[in-house]
T-cell receptor
Framework: SQTIHQWPATLVQPVGSPLSLECTVE??????LYWYRQAAGRGLQLLFY??????ISSEVPQNLSASRPQDRQFILSSKKLLLSDSGFYLC???????????FGPGTRLTVL | LAKTTQPISMDSYEGQEVNITCSHN???????ITWYQQFPSQGPRFIIQ???TKVTNEVASLFIPADRKSSTLSLPRVSLSDTAVYYC?????????FGQGTELSVKP
């Protein structure tokens, strides 16, 4: 099965600072990759997904961007964080033709 | 992507069977029904997936009627460790839409 690595586990950043969250995948090749955000007490919101290197689709207009420089690496970035960017960020990958996604441990981001 | 509706919360006691029903009236012919479990501060974990009738694995059973407009996740003899949020999703691969899920609380 696939293993998803995310770091850091927790992050506290001031408003206006940059952000870089990294996700790497083991155990598969050419996966679809996803970034989700979960606000406290709410469901997961899909932010970005990627079907291949350099191919990024954005689901919602926002202050964030994503990049996929390598097949199994997915990066979430921001040039200037907002308070509303606080949340639990999850990276996921899936098996082709299934609804089974594998999730990483997540990054808890607090913007102060 | 079809929208799903499920109860916001449910309470149960240890040892009981728990059934969580999900409505998906607009499910498409190619869609599968998938359930995930999420513990606090962790990513969701795949539990079970089905297309029609009944599917059973070591964790749960999934019942899907002939019209496929709803599905029921059945957890046999729950324990305290089954306290979590359970999500019902429908789709045919690729993007998944997570709703609010059902928060299951298992009490001693």
């Amino acid at each position: 099965s696939q293993t998803i690595h995310q770091w850091p586990a927790t992050l506290v950043q001031p408003v206006g600072s940059p952000l870089s969250l990294e996700c790497t995948v083991e155990g598969t090749s050419n996966p679809n990759l996803y970034w989700y955000r979960q606000a406290a007490g709410r469901g997961l919101q899909l932010l970005f997904y990627s079907v291949g290197i350099g191919q990024i689709s954005s689901e919602v207009p926002q202050n964030l961007s994503a990049s996929r420089p390598q097949d199994r690496q997915f990066i979430l970035s921001s040039k200037k964080l907002l308070l509303s960017d606080s949340g639990f960020y999850l990276c996921a990958s899936d098996r082709v033709s299934y609804n089974e996604q594998f999730f990483g441990p997540g990054t808890r981001l607090t913007v102060l | 992507l079809a929208k799903t509706t499920q109860p916001i919360s449910m309470d149960s006691y240890e040892g009981q069977e728990v059934n969580i029903t999900c409505s998906h009236n607009n499910i498409a012919t190619n869609d599968y029904i998938t359930w995930y479990q999420q513990f606090p501060s962790q990513g969701p974990r795949f539990i079970i997936q089905g297309y029609k009738t009944k599917v059973t694995n070591e964790v749960a059973s999934l019942f899907i009627p002939a019209d496929r407009k709803s599905s029921t996740l059945s957890l046999p003899r729950v324990s305290l460790s089954d306290t979590a949020v359970y999500y019902c999703l429908v789709g045919d691969g690729g993007k998944l839409i997570f709703g609010q899920g059902t928060e299951l609380s298992v009490k001693p």
